[in-house]
């Protein structure tokens, strides 16, 4: 694939990685893509790298416009190898070049690729003029490692915000309007869901940082540039980092002898009377990374799990550990399950909520197999709670 210029002068020339199946244990069934982005101007510059193992991809890419050596400044927006890995090879094609980071970047560029270069560490708000254009760097710590930073253009109204309002796709489009809005803010959820979540705090300061800048194009580090769906975006973004839940409700289990299935089947049909809107995720059957998108929004996080040797089905404890360090707050829990003899799931379950500070509805187990009479209780005791 030929580099692509996104405006005049201005070329991508990252890499597609179709194999991508799995990001430090994020499911990614439509690949990804690390977006470097090379800018023509008296410094030739290069805004971030990509992978290692698709240095000689982004190498192929830049020759096509300009011989590598000729580059003058690199920008490491962000340390995480999938965008700082071709760094040590490219600066062998280019080693006079200015390289800018920012000073969490600096150290975290030593830990992982030794004394290699000497650094121009950048700080918030300061510019650095390549000619007929400026770059401006904002610092955006925790959005998220310690060094992330964006860069931004104001003579062409470009942010390049490496990994924030990024997407793990990969495609020969590179706009949100060659691939189309769903799939795009479908993998948008996703992303922020299993990334960026724990950041809401950093990533509103972030909004607020960049609210008065003009931007006609939002280039991340992942997936497709923003270009027709900016506002829509920003304003997803502003939503989830401000925690806002809807009135709805995610059941999330796994069984042994469908008993805990049963009594799934009858907490969803609990909030489908209430008029709640509500999907119910077999754990067997949905990854923790989809399932994290589904919570992204809901306000009931409801999680069911039968007693496997004192403890918990290892899918459920799974989702557990994730959910605990993603941490979406302001939710509302409901523990559910059956058991043989022990039944220490439940609580198991109730201190994760209680860890993320989660209100709670009555927990419900069941020993063996719930008989009809059993769920009917259920039923009437949550529909109970929930019309208060
Ligand atoms: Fe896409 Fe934090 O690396």
């Known amino acids: ?20 199946k799995n990001f430090h244990g994020y499911q990614t069934l439509r690949g990804s893509s690390y977006n470097a982005y090379l800018i023509m101007d008296e410094k030739i510059t290069l805004i971030d790298t990509v992978k290692e193992a698709f240095t000689h991809e982004m190498i192929e890419r830049i020759s096509k416009i300009v011989d590598p050596s000729k580059i ?5 927006n962000h340390v995480e190898m999938d965008h700082s890995g071709a760094l040590p090879q490219i600066l062998k094609y280019c080693p006079h070049a200015t390289l800018i980071t920012s000073p969490n970047g600096e150290k975290g560029l030593r830990k992982h690729y030794g004394n290699f270069h000497d650094d121009k560490v950048v700080t918030s708000f300061e510019t650095f003029s390549i000619g007929k254009r400026t770059l401006q760097f904002v610092l955006m710590p925790m959005v998220h490692w310690p060094d992330s930073m964006a860069t931004y253009i104001p003579e062409e109204k470009i ?3 490496n990994d924030a309002f990024g997407q793990h796709i990969a495609s020969t489009e590179r706009f949100d309007d060659e691939i189309g809005p769903d799939i ?14 724990p950041f809401e705090r950093q990533v509103q300061k972030v909004l607020k940082d960049t609210s008065g800048l003009a931007i006609g194009l939002i280039a991340p580090s992942h997936g497709v540039i923003w270009r027709s769906h900016i506002p829509k975006i920003v304003e997803l973004y502003d939503k989830w980092s401000k925690n806002i839940a809807e009135e709805k409700a995610v059941v999330i289990y796994d069984t042994m002898w469908h008993s805990t ?5 009858a907490i969803t049909s609990i ?22 998108t589904h919570v992204l929004n809901a306000k009931y996080i ?16 799974a989702f557990l550990c994730y959910l605990k360090g993603l941490a979406p707050k302001g939710r509302v829990g409901l523990a559910f399950g059956s058991y043989g003899w022990g039944g220490q799931s439940i609580p198991l379950i109730e201190e994760t909520f209680k860890a993320l500070g989660y209100e709670t509805l009555p927990s419900q187990k069941v020993q063996y197999v719930p008989q009809e009479m059993e769920l009917s209780v259920i039923r009437k005791e949550l529909s109970a709670v929930l019309k208060k």
């Not at 003058?72 to 490491?76: A, R």
């Open 1 to 20: 694939m030929e580099p692509v210029e996104i405006k005049k002068g201005i070329y991508w020339v990252g890499a597609i990685d179709w194999d991508l």
């Open 72 to 76: 003058d400044v690199i920008v490491s």
């Open 159 to 161: 942010l390049f915000p």
């Open 184 to 197: 795009v803010l479908e993998e948008s959820a996703k992303y922020y869901a299993n990334i960026v979540l």
């Open 261 to 265: 299935e049963k009594m799934a089947h």
């Open 271 to 292: 909030f489908e009377d209430q008029n709640i809107p509500v999907e119910r995720l077999f754990l067997q059957d949905h990854h923790i990374s989809d399932v994290m």
């Open 302 to 317: 409801c999680v069911g799990c039968p007693t496997l040797n004192n403890g918990l089905l290892p899918t459920v404890a």
